[in-house]
Structures are given as C-alpha cells and as structure tokens.
C-alpha cells in the first residue's frame, strides 16, 4: 500500500486508533496537516456517535506526543551533524524536512527556551519540527512532555471544537473546504488561548511563590 493510500484508508476508516496513529506521523519528521485529520473525526463524532470529542482530543494528543518523542528522542541521541545532514539530503526532503526548517525551529528554541514547546507548537512551520531543537539542548524529559501536552491539546480542542460544530451547519463534503479556508483563524485562535494559558500559568508561579515567602 502506497503512503497515500494508507493515509487515504485511515481517514475513510477514522477512529481513536487511526487519528492516533495519524497524528504520531503527522508530529513526527513525516508531517501533514492535523486540519485533515481532527476536524472530520470530530465531525464524524458529532454525526453518527460512533466516536466520543473527548477521546478523540485525548486520543489525538496522545499520537502528537509520541510523534513530538519521536523527534525528540532522534535529536538528543544522534546529534546536530546527522540531523542537519538528513534535513540537507533527498530523503529529508521527500520528508517535507530541510535545512532551513530545522534552523528556523531551533532558533526559535534558542530565543525562547523551554517554553517554545509549549508556544511551538501553536505556530505554523514551527510546530511538527520544534522537538528537534529540544531534544539537541537536551531538555528535561519531564518539562518537555507537559508543554508539548498543553501545546498539542490546545490545538487538538479548537480543531475538534471546528469540526464538531460544522456538522450542525454543512455537509461533509463541504466541510474540510472550510477547514482549509479558515486554518489561519484556527492559529490564531490557537495563540491566544496559548498565550492566555501561559500568562495564567506565570500567575499562578509568581503567586504561589509571593506566598510561600516565610513572615518576618
């Protein structure tokens, strides 16, 4: 079976373990958009109730944090020489990976640090390689896994919540046109939440930290 047709049998055959399996490839070095993967499941969800939205989001963010481990783990093991040259080969390109990707996302991991997972993940050309800079500053394993969780199901919902509520007011057919028309609203959606959850999650430390300070 072709690597279209496979894709192809998954979506005709959509369930928690194809959208899974979809999305460990499509966070992995192999990327495509998730848009074709979340938002007919949720509508399929919706449609025949086949599929519960909250398993799919769970089960969704599960694959994007295996495909993000997956680029993780590469990177921390085999080092910058062999990713770069990969991304500088056929191979990678056939993977839709190139050098100036791989130098885009770690730029962005130098100037942001460990929280570019979490916001990385939210942002266009950025989000499917920002594993690899991570895992060739070696991050902490732990730090890396929850931002990518909070960055991935961020994303996940606001994909799901789309394709949900396009089942009350369009085809199917019509559906993933929409999907693609409206992908930029969807990250920008995206970042705001992300960037509303960050500043919330900076509260709370800065808080918990002001009170924790012993009484004098």
């Known amino acids: 079976m072709q690597e279209a047709e496979f894709v192809q049998w998954c979506l005709d055959n959509l369930n928690y373990w194809t959208v899974m399996l979809l999305m460990i490839i499509e966070s992995s070095f192999i990327p495509f958009p998730s848009e074709i993967v979340v938002p007919p499941a949720a509508y399929r969800a919706a449609s025949t109730g086949d599929m519960n939205i909250i398993l799919l989001v769970l089960f969704a963010t599960i694959g994007a944090i295996i495909g993000s481990l997956i680029n993780y783990a590469l ?23 190139d050098e100036a990707k791989v130098v885009k996302a770690e730029h962005f991991f130098e100037k942001h640090g460990a929280i570019s997972t979490f916001i990385g993940r939210l942002i ?11 895992g060739l ?11 990518t969780t909070l960055g991935a199901g961020i994303w996940n919902v606001v994909l799901a919540a789309a394709g949900y509520y396009m089942q009350s007011i369009l085809p199917e057919d019509e559906m993933m046109q929409k999907i693609m028309l409206y992908s930029n609203e969807f990250k920008i959606i995206c970042l705001i939440i992300g960037v509303a959850v960050l500043i919330y999650l900076i509260y709370r430390f800065f808080f918990f930290k002001e009170n924790k300070k012993p009484a004098i």
């Open 75 to 97: 990177a921390y093991y085999i080092g910058r020489p062999i990713i770069y040259g990969f991304a500088r080969s056929r191979w990678g390109h056939l993977c839709l990976l």
């Open 124 to 134: 266009p050309a950025v989000r499917q390689l920002i594993s690899i800079p991570a």
């Open 137 to 147: 500053a070696r991050m902490h394993l732990g730090e890396f896994i929850i931002f």
